[in-house]
């Protein structure tokens, strides 16, 4: 990298608007937030900076609505979470299991049976591009702004908060004034420009789900060399890759591209009739964990089963039956300005737990409350999140459907 600088001439910057809410990311986190904020009343603009709503979930092709449920038949995420994992498979009409698509299972309708819920989690596989669809009018319904192709620059402080988030567009270089900041980046970026503790991960590994459509239909492949639960490198299969640093978030794409090039020449070697084609490969990267913030606390994975006196919601362990954690309103706190929230994978969550919070209830749970605290700083405390009432905040989420029960947070079998 060179040494050498270029001063850049300063400017005055036109103020394109302002906002009660200002979320940065259009993943599923910052879906989340943006509608949970809109539907309580406050002003909302979503800015992303690629073109669809969904992130990995979309663009990635990530399309697993993992568990609502602890996997001992009892439910512990709800609220949005659930809202959204049904809008997923809303316009499915048979299950497709080679193509990785099909409902949740019936018992966990209302009033399903116990018994089958202990056999089978609450779960679905979707259809990308018709989630990709069917978010962006369910987004715009609640009454969010939505900006695409804007990508945040810089972030400017007034005293201990946020006052203007700088950004790039077609309309060229301008500022965005906000009351609450919501960073649901996926990669702390509104944190690491406001100067927040961040920690990063240079353990990502090559990664990309695609589908392949041959004489037998239509196909998911899951592809993706072995990674580390623990976010280490230790346990996996490199080449690894940081998501916060431009040469390997390129390196990343171009190496999974390769990897997929590699497996349907592989394939047609093997099938030579079959006339196999690759289908909608991922557009974006697929990191699972790259930076996130390092908050007042981090959520650990010693802290399973403990409720947490500012407790805002509830998720399960994917990856096994038993576990359940507490996501705590500290884990969505900026230390440095006290207007600034994150959610999604970029909570303060460190590696013993990130696996599970970065999957799509967690940043769903954290996404609907960092969007229902922002309303309420707008409302009560004039955009300081960290003044927001815990009992107002719960309150407000359970009224929403948010599952708040400490008793759910007991082990079970």
């Known amino acids: 990298m060179s040494n050498a600088t270029f001063r850049e001439p300063a400017r005055d910057l036109p103020v394109d608007g302002a906002w009660d809410v200002v979320v940065v990311g259009g993943g599923l986190a910052g879906v989340a937030a943006a509608v949970a904020a809109a539907r309580r009343g406050v002003s909302v603009l979503l800015i992303d900076k690629g073109f669809a709503l969904g992130g990995l979930a979309t663009l990635g092709n990530v399309t697993v609505w993992l568990p609502l449920c602890d996997g001992h038949g009892r439910q512990v995420t709800a609220g949005l979470a659930e809202e959204l994992l049904k809008l997923s498979v809303a316009d499915l009409g048979a299950d497709r299991p080679a193509a990785g698509m099909h409902g949740a299972p019936g018992c966990w309708q209302p009033g399903g049976d116990g018994d089958e819920r202990r056999r089978h989690r609450y779960l679905a596989r979707f259809n990308p591009s018709s989630y990709l669809l069917a978010l962006e009018p369910w987004l715009l319904a609640a009454g969010v ?65 695609y589908y392949v459509l041959d004489s037998s239909g239509l196909r998911l492949h899951a592809m993706s060399h072995d990674y580390s639960p623990l976010a280490q490198r230790q346990g996996a299969v490199g080449p690894f890759y940081r998501g916060d640093v431009a040469a390997e978030v390129t390196a990343q794409l171009l190496g999974s591209r390769q990897k997929m090039r590699d497996q349907m020449a592989g394939l047609r070697a093997n099938q030579p009739d079959d006339d196999a084609q690759l289908l909608l490969p991922p557009t974006i990267p697929c990191f699972r964990m790259t930076r996130r913030l390092v908050g007042r606390h981090s959520l650990a994975d010693s802290d399973r089963h403990t409720w947490f006196d500012d407790t805002i919601g509830l998720i399960s362990d994917w990856r096994r039956p038993g576990p359940v954690w507490a996501i705590a309103y500290r884990h969505l706190l900026g230390t440095t300005a006290g207007n600034l929230l994150v959610a999604g994978r970029c909570t303060s969550a460190d590696t013993t737990v990130w696996d599970v919070t970065r999957a799509l209830p967690g940043v769903c749970v954290s996404g609907e409350a960092a969007g229902a605290a922002a309303a309420l700083a707008v409302r009560g405390t004039r955009g300081e999140a960290t003044g927001v009432p815990v009992e107002d905040l719960r309150s407000t989420l359970a009224d929403h459907g948010v599952l708040l029960d400490p008793a759910l947070l007991a082990p079970s079998e």
């Open 145 to 209: 702004e939505l900006w695409y192709d804007t990508r945040l620059c810089a972030v400017a402080r007034d005293g201990e908060r946020l006052s203007h988030l700088i950004v790039e567009n077609k309309d060229g270089r301008r500022a965005l004034a906000a009351g609450v900041v919501i960073d649901a980046t996926g990669d702390a970026d509104v944190c690491h420009l406001a100067g927040e503790p961040t920690e990063s991960l240079d353990s990502n590994v090559l990664c990309g789900w």
